[in-house]
C-alpha cells in the first residue's frame, strides 16, 4: 500500500466527480482536513470509510488501496468474449463482456472457462413454431444439475435459470447461428455451437 498513491487517486476521482474536498467529506461523514490528509499523502482513509468511499467514487476497495484503477484493453463489449460467473453458495449468475472483479456471498468469483461439450452432454435443439425447443438428459439432482442455459448470438444473450429436481425443457426465440452455454454443477461451463 502507497500513501501517497493512494491520495493520489482519491484527489484525481473526487475532481472527475467535480467535488470539492468538502463535499466529499460531507458525503462520507468524515472532516475536509481528514480529505486533505489523504490527498496529500499524510494517511489513510479507515477501513470503515472505505466502502463509502468507493461507492461515492464507483470503485472497487482494492483499487483505492493499490492506488490505482486497472486499465483495460476494450474490445467494444464483443459478445465473443462473454464471460459467466456463477456463485457455488448461491447460484447467483453475473455475465461481462469484459473481464472483471465480481464477488458473491463474500468469495471472489472467478470467470468460467468454457470446454466444449461431448456428444453424450450435448443439450438436443429443436426448431419449433418460431422458437428453439432445449431439452437434455441429465438427472438434475442437487448433488448435480444444469444451474442455467444462456443462449448468445452477435447481438443477444438470453439466460435461463434452472434448479433441481426441474426437467431441462426451456424454449428460447429462434435465431439461426449462435451458441448455447450450460452450467452443470459438477462438470463445468459447457458449450455448443447451433
Known amino acids: 500500500m502507497d500513501v501517497s498513491k493512494t491520495g493520489e487517486l482519491i484527489r484525481r476521482l473526487r475532481i472527475e466527480k467535480g467535488l470539492t474536498q468538502r463535499e466529499l467529506?460531507?458525503?462520507i461523514c468524515v472532516s475536509d482536513?481528514?480529505?486533505s490528509k489523504w490527498e496529500c499523502g499524510n494517511g489513510m482513509p479507515d477501513l470503515s470509510i472505505l466502502p463509502n468511499l468507493s461507492k461515492v467514487f464507483e470503485t472497487d476497495i482494492l483499487a483505492l488501496l493499490n492506488g490505482e484503477m486497472e486499465?483495460?484493453?476494450m474490445n467494444n463489449g464483443n459478445m465473443k468474449n462473454i464471460n459467466f460467473y456463477a456463485c457455488p453458495e448461491c447460484g447467483n449468475?453475473?455475465?461481462s463482456l469484459e473481464a472483471g472483479d465480481f464477488s458473491c456471498c463474500s468469495r471472489?468469483?472467478?470467470a468460467l472457462k468454457?470446454?466444449?461439450?461431448?456428444?453424450?452432454?450435448?443439450l438436443t435443439v429443436e426448431a419449433n413454431d418460431g422458437e428453439l425447443l432445449v431439452t437434455a438428459e441429465h438427472s438434475m439432482e442437487k448433488d448435480g444439475y444444469i444451474s442455467f442455459i444462456a443462449y448468445v448470438s452477435s447481438d443477444?444473450?438470453?439466460?435461463?435459470?434452472l434448479y433441481p429436481q426441474?426437467?431441462?425443457n426451456v424454449r428460447f426465440p429462434f435465431a439461426r447461428h449462435g451458441v448455447f452455454y450450460f452450467y452443470d454443477t459438477k462438470k463445468g461451463l459447457l458449450v455448443q455451437r447451433f
Open 71 to 73: 486499465e483495460r484493453d
Open 33 to 35: 482536513k481528514a480529505v
Open 25 to 27: 467529506a460531507d458525503l
Open 108 to 110: 471472489k468469483l472467478e
Open 114 to 122: 468454457a470446454i466444449k461439450a461431448l456428444d453424450d452432454e450435448k
Open 156 to 161: 443477444t444473450l438470453i439466460i435461463k435459470k
Open 93 to 95: 449468475i453475473i455475465t
Open 166 to 168: 426441474w426437467g431441462v
